[in-house]
Structure formats: structure tokens, C-alpha cells
């Protein structure tokens, strides 16, 4: 017995009785599979939030709210809350100032994807509607605790066409039960409003 002999005695040999593979069955991820194709459902352009321009009395306003809050922090000796305080006024002052560019949004058979962020139906939980500002938002809650909901702006889409691309993916909540922080900002604007309704 030669050495390449016994070199080949100690190879693996290949296994002769496996079973043979069908070879009637489809090839996978084929042209025909429905699985395949990814439809978008539904593409639009809107602000990334809601917007609406304020009059200079709703700057102004807050302005004498802010100076009487600073000057009772001020009082107590609280200045790590007075610079709290001014860096809040400050961010809610340029949110109110400077309008959002507009976002792409896109509803597939696989997802939802905002700008180039893209989530899988299977991440998302469930949506509701609700108006800010005067215009339709589409909320999506995610299963997962980052970001935990989607906020989209509708835009030109109406509200029934947005809903019947939705419901065959997500469960449509009609109810949602707000907040206490969503219920002290209503009961606050609507008793306090730092500016006047037209």
C-alpha cells in the first residue's frame, strides 16, 4: 500500500446514503412567490411635527412666566432650576420658531419607514390618530422601549385612507387614555393660554 494510499484511507468519506433532494419543489424567492415582492402601500412628504407659527404675544407671555418663576427660584436659592427653567424656555422658543423640514414616509408590506429609519411590522404594536396643532398625527407604538412610539404627520393623507393601509398589519386603538402630563398640558393651554385663540 502506497503512502497516498494511506493518506486517502484517513480522509472523510462522502456519505452515500443520504436521502436525494425533491426536485419538483420551487425554486426559493422565485418571481411568482408573493413573498418576494415588496409593495409600497402608501409614500407621502409632511413635516417632521406639527407646526404652527405664534404671535409675539405667546413669546412675551412666556417671557413674564418665566421672569416671575425665575425670580421665586431666585428667592429660594434654587439655581440649578433657574437655569432649568431658562434652558426649557429657550427649546420650546426655537421649536416654535423654526418650522421642520419636511420627512419621506413610506408604509410597505414589510414596514414603515421615516426618513432612513426603517421598522418591520413585526417591531411595531399598535397606532391611534390624534390631532396637534390643527393636523392629523399618526402615532405607532413600538414593542421596544427605544423610541416606544412613532409620531407621523399625515400631511395631505387623509385619516381614513392611512387607517385602511394600517389595519391589516397593526390593531387601531380608538381610545387612548392621555397621560398626566398630557392632561395637565390641555387643562393648562386651555385655562392659561399664552396666547389668544383666533
Not at 425533491?22 to 413635516?47: F, G, I, K
Not at 439655581?79 to 419636511?102: C, E, G, Q, T
Amino acid at each position: 500500500m502506497s503512502a497516498q494510499e494511506k493518506q486517502e484511507e484517513f480522509l472523510p468519506k462522502e456519505p452515500k446514503d443520504l436521502p436525494t433532494p425533491p426536485l419538483d419543489l420551487p425554486a426559493p424567492h422565485s418571481e411568482n412567490s408573493s413573498h418576494a415582492q415588496v409593495r409600497t402601500l402608501l409614500s407621502w412628504h409632511a413635516p417632521g411635527r406639527p407646526f404652527r407659527k405664534r404671535t409675539k404675544q405667546y413669546y412675551l407671555t412666556a417671557l413674564l412666566i418665566m421672569l416671575l418663576v425665575q425670580i421665586i427660584l431666585f428667592l429660594f436659592s434654587q439655581y440649578i432650576l433657574m437655569i432649568v427653567v431658562l434652558s426649557l424656555v429657550f427649546v420650546s422658543f426655537v421649536l416654535a420658531s423654526v418650522p421642520p423640514h419636511d420627512f419621506h414616509y413610506r408604509i410597505s408590506s414589510e414596514g414603515i419607514t421615516v426618513e432612513d429609519h426603517f421598522f418591520l411590522w413585526q417591531e411595531l404594536y399598535d397606532f391611534y390618530f390624534k390631532k396637534v396643532e390643527g393636523s392629523d398625527v399618526l402615532h405607532i407604538r413600538t414593542k421596544a422601549f427605544i423610541p416606544g412610539i412613532l409620531i407621523i404627520s399625515l400631511g395631505e393623507i387623509d385619516v381614513e385612507h392611512a387607517k385602511a393601509v394600517v389595519l391589516p398589519y397593526l390593531p387601531y386603538r380608538e381610545f387612548v387614555k392621555p397621560t398626566f402630563m398630557e392632561s395637565s398640558g390641555e387643562w393648562l393651554s386651555r385655562n392659561f393660554p399664552l396666547e389668544a385663540t383666533s
